[in-house]
């Protein structure tokens, strides 16, 4: 059985807005049902532990979809997701791969998060997929190889694009844009049409464009475990 943990933000405000920012619930319910259903035991964390905060809006009608209205009609995942294990008590030995759900939130925490930094490099340098979906890329802006290189120098990636974030009107808002770090790392970016899945695969990176790239990021990493099991 594979374990797969999954790290959502803690950060609820969208920057100097008033508004409030959070994880996308698609990003986490789709992947979450994804892994759940292919029989894996799935961790949550968080950088504070608890309850993350949801983004309201991806709690609108126009943003529902059959993985979201399965979470609202089951206790138990709500009962998990409100009790996330601090991420700094993580350890990364315990677990197989680890999947990350964006939303705008992580792009001011997750980014910056120290353990979230570590877990990713020590991942990674012990062959073990990362996944990152939408925003949730951020969180590859600081670690590095072994050999001092960003992670994502040299690899295949994608992100929330910045014809996105003009989209939703949150350019001058975000502390940076996904695809234009991921370009600055040195990343070989490329992107899908707006809203469209888009999934890359790079060695042990999994990176998926937008919320439609939720579940694809999902399928390609229990495909990654798989192959590296075998």
């Known amino acids: 059985m594979h374990k797969i943990l999954m790290v959502l933000t803690s950060h609820d405000?969208?920057?100097?807005?008033?508004?409030?920012?959070?994880?996308?619930?698609?990003?986490?319910a789709a992947p979450y049902y994804a892994f759940k259903d292919a029989g894996a035991a799935i961790t949550l964390a968080s950088p504070l532990g608890g309850q993350p905060p949801l983004d309201p809006k991806s709690d609108d009608a126009a943003s529902q979809t059959e993985s979201t209205q399965?979470?609202?009609?089951?206790?138990?995942?709500?009962?998990?997701?409100?009790?996330?294990?601090?991420?700094?008590?993580?350890?990364?030995?315990?677990?197989?791969?680890?999947?990350?759900?964006?939303?705008?939130?992580?792009?001011?925490?997750?980014?910056?998060?120290g353990a979230s930094i570590a877990l990713i490099e020590t991942m990674l340098a012990a062959g073990k997929p990362v996944?990152?979906?939408?925003?949730?890329?951020?969180?590859?802006?600081?670690?590095?190889?072994?050999?001092?290189?960003?992670?994502?120098?040299?690899?295949?990636?994608?992100?929330?694009t910045n014809t996105e974030e003009a989209a939703v009107g949150l350019t001058s808002v975000v502390p940076f844009l996904v695809e234009d770090m991921l370009k600055a790392n040195g990343g070989v970016y490329s992107k899908g049409p707006d809203w469209q899945p888009y999934v890359l695969t790079a060695g042990l990176l999994i990176t998926g464009q937008n919320p439609a790239s939720s579940e694809p990021a999902a399928t390609a990493l229990l495909e990654k475990l798989s192959a590296l099991s075998q």
């Not at 409030?20 to 698609?26: A, I």
């Not at 009962?79 to 991420?87: D, F, I, P, R």
């Not at 008590?89 to 980014?111: N, Q, R, S, T």
């Open 70 to 113: 399965r979470f609202k009609a089951d206790p138990a995942a709500q009962a998990l997701l409100a009790s996330t294990h601090k991420l700094s008590a993580i350890h990364a030995d315990e677990f197989d791969a680890v999947f990350y759900p964006g939303g705008h939130g992580p792009l001011w925490d997750l980014a910056e998060d």
């Open 131 to 160: 996944a990152a979906v939408c925003h949730a890329p951020a969180v590859l802006r600081h670690p590095k190889t072994v050999d001092g290189k960003s992670v994502v120098h040299g690899k295949s990636v994608t992100g929330f």
């Open 13 to 28: 405000q969208l920057g100097n807005t008033g508004a409030k920012t959070g994880f996308w619930l698609e990003e986490f």
